[in-house]
DNA sequence: TGCTTATTGAGAATGACTCCGAAGACTGGT
DNA sequence: ACCAGTCTTCGGAGTCATTCTCAATAAGCA
């Protein structure tokens, strides 16, 4: 299960006529390089490329983000309200699934291989080519239970 | 498994110190009599409910939308880009997850009761009240890979 | 019935995301 | 190595789903 590399996703690229680029290279290295549990959104990840001297504009970290993600090899994640988040798109086993309190957000990622074969099974049955496969979870964590704030 | 009742949402909650009104009651019998595979966004409720001469203003859509969300009276899905959509929350053997294709946004229902057992499972180990648990598969369809246009 | 306060409705405001057009830079072929 | 063709980037303008504001309304409770 080695790591996807640059020249791999140039080949996936050229091979739909579309174009290998610095910034592409860049992001993907950059998720590739994350800490496990980390869900950029875009703003995030052009903040951290320009921290990291390695700036890329926000429009083209836009395009970029959902390009990879119908190409499978991000997933698109809609986590906490208002704006979508990105993670590297990881095979089993290290492929995982979110559980999510609706109130204070807290994320609690877990894996679960049954989960992923009935997925792939599924989508194989309608003749799907499957990108990815998430359970989402949403719920009230403990301590929200116990806090007295309704909602 | 009789349906969530009216009354019952009114004292549900009144236990929270929140009202029943008209709106909450026309939302959620609308809800239960829709047909199945049938996700609305606010302005698709907000529309429907004006053509059935009950008009809600869409401001009040999207509250109580996202407070029976909440609640875990409607579940709250993110298909198609761009907005979200709602449809009853439904226990098993109604429960269901849905398979879409990132090209053509065509969605398939699916149902899978180990997947939502597996989901209850990880929620209470973690002690957190579940509210809704849904497999989400992205992939292509079969329409769409044979199609030339890419992306 | 009257008081308190949650809720509604209409419009304004917000902000995540997309679109646009000119400039730049991959790719495949010579 | 160079060129033509066109894909991509960048920055700013534009879009639109969703949230906010606040005065008017109406649940819930004693
Ligand atoms: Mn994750
Ligand atoms: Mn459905
Ligand atoms: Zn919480
Ligand atoms: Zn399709």
Redesign the interface.
Known sequence: MAAYTPSALKAELNE???RMTPQRETMLKTFQNLPEGTHLSAEDLCELLSQEGEPISLSTIYRNLK?M??MGILR?L?LAEGQKRYEINQPAPHHH?H?I???CNKT?E?K?D??LK??AK??DR?????????????????SC?RSIV??
Chains 1, 2 share one sequence.
């Open positions: 739909r006529g579309w390009l993600a119908r698109e809609e699934h559980l309190c609706v109130r609690i877990f679960n049954s989960v009935a997925g599924t989508a309608s003749g799907y080519h499957i990108l990815d496969c998430q359970l989402l979870i949403h719920g009230i964590c403990p239970q309704p909602i």
